[in-house]
T-cell receptor
């Protein structure tokens, strides 16, 4: 079945690292994505990883993928107050034309 | 480059009324998506168009929702009659082709619907 799960809330101090976790169920996923949504705005693509990769780094962002456990994480280094937002993980289903299935989102709160 | 344009941004209607949302994708993008995002949840795909053809409408409640993309450019999503549970943000998105890392999906700011 198709299901993407995330924890709902994360609170960190400015300057700390944030780690947002996600689990998915569909083994046919080809790409996995992280999107950011600020209040009143649409979704902004942050980064993605192909399912045959273990890790991808992009400036302050590090994505780790454990395909065996179907676990994805997003690490934000040196978290800033501007990083406060809701973060969505999404999987792209190969056997359904690349359809995106989103998790319910993790609200990241960064305290000064 | 202009982004995905949506209108109206906000709409309040009474249950059983109808509403229509409009979307203009990024120029040249063949694929257009409508997502429904209920408060506290992730977006759920309602319908996906490739040019003016429907690729996936399996989660569109066809008894009350309809969507069209007649000329393969802009699109309209209609709800008639609306129910209380239709209160949500309706996100339009577009991409050059289909989903995949080489085809980033760009989202509009959404149309916020409240049904009272």
């Amino acid at each position: 079945g198709e299901d993407v799960e995330q924890s709902l809330f994360l609170s960190v101090r400015e300057g700390d690292s944030s780690v947002i976790n996600c689990t998915y169920t569909d083994s046919s996923s080809t790409y996995l994505y992280w999107y950011k949504q600020e209040p009143g705005a649409g979704l902004q693509l942050l980064t993605y990883i192909f399912s045959n990769m273990d890790m991808k780094q992009d400036q302050r962002l590090t994505v780790l993928l454990n395909k065996k456990d179907k676990h994805l994480s997003l690490r934000i280094a040196d978290t800033q107050t501007g990083d406060s937002a809701i973060y969505f993980c999404a999987e792209s289903l190969y056997n359904q034309g690349g359809k995106l299935i989103f998790g319910q989102g993790t609200e990241l709160s960064v305290k000064p | 480059e202009a982004g995905v344009a949506q209108s109206p941004r906000y709409k309040i209607i009474e249950k059983r009324q109808s509403v229509a949302f409009w979307c203009n994708p990024i120029s040249g993008h063949a694929t257009l998506y409508w997502y429904q995002q209920i408060l506290g949840q992730g977006p759920k795909l309602l319908i996906q168009f490739q040019n003016n053809g429907v690729v996936d409408d399996s989660q569109l409640p066809k008894d009350r929702f309809s969507a069209e993309r007649l000329k393969g450019v802009d699109s309209t999503l209609k709800i008639q009659p609306a129910k209380l549970e239709d209160s949500a943000v309706y996100l339009c998105a577009s991409s050059l082709v289909g989903t995949g890392a080489g085809n980033t999906i760009y989202f509009g700011e959404g149309s916020w619907l409240t049904v009272v």
